[in-house]
């Protein structure tokens, strides 16, 4: 059995963190400011946990509606057979879909849990079809249209220290 490999995060790497995840534009010396640290420290700092995949990516999140994309669906897909073949071909075809948001392998009833973006129903009917009804390894899938973006978020939690 292998450990998951965590790296070491002080409590100054965990403030940063907490403040770069809500705004990446915001500047080095305003960030060191935040966090009793110099610029140049926080630059150090940020390249280390970028190196260490600490921070896996830096995104601009997006208003779906604003481009076009204002259906959301959740999807729930059950897979006929879980062989590795199978649940690797399902994964790297999801990987490829530009209207798959998210894609988790789960637990529980469904195999998949999808995020589906698309213009409009009639556009995820055609997604369904062409992606979902066409896979012959594809048991069922359900639906959940999304009728309001309650929260958009990928912030993580993370547990701050106290300060004295």
Known sequence: ???????????????????WQNDTRR????????????????LRRLKRLRDERVIAAEVALLDP?????????????????????????????????????????????????????TPDVAAYEAFTREHLLSDANVKSFTTHVVLKSVKRSLEIPIELPEVD
């Open 65 to 117: 509606a604003a481009l076009g994309a204002g259906q959301s669906c959740v999807v729930t897909v059950d897979v006929e057979r879980e062989g590795l073949v199978e649940l690797e071909r399902f994964e790297r075809r999801m990987l490829a879909l530009p209207q798959v948001q998210q894609c988790w392998y789960v637990t529980g009833q469904s195999d998949f849990v999808l995020v589906v973006v």
């Open 27 to 42: 500047s080095a010396e305003s960030l060191g400011e935040a966090v009793g640290l110099s610029a140049a420290a926080v």
């Open 1 to 19: 059995m292998t450990k998951s490999r965590t790296p070491a995060l002080d409590a100054l790497d965990r403030r940063l963190l907490a403040l």
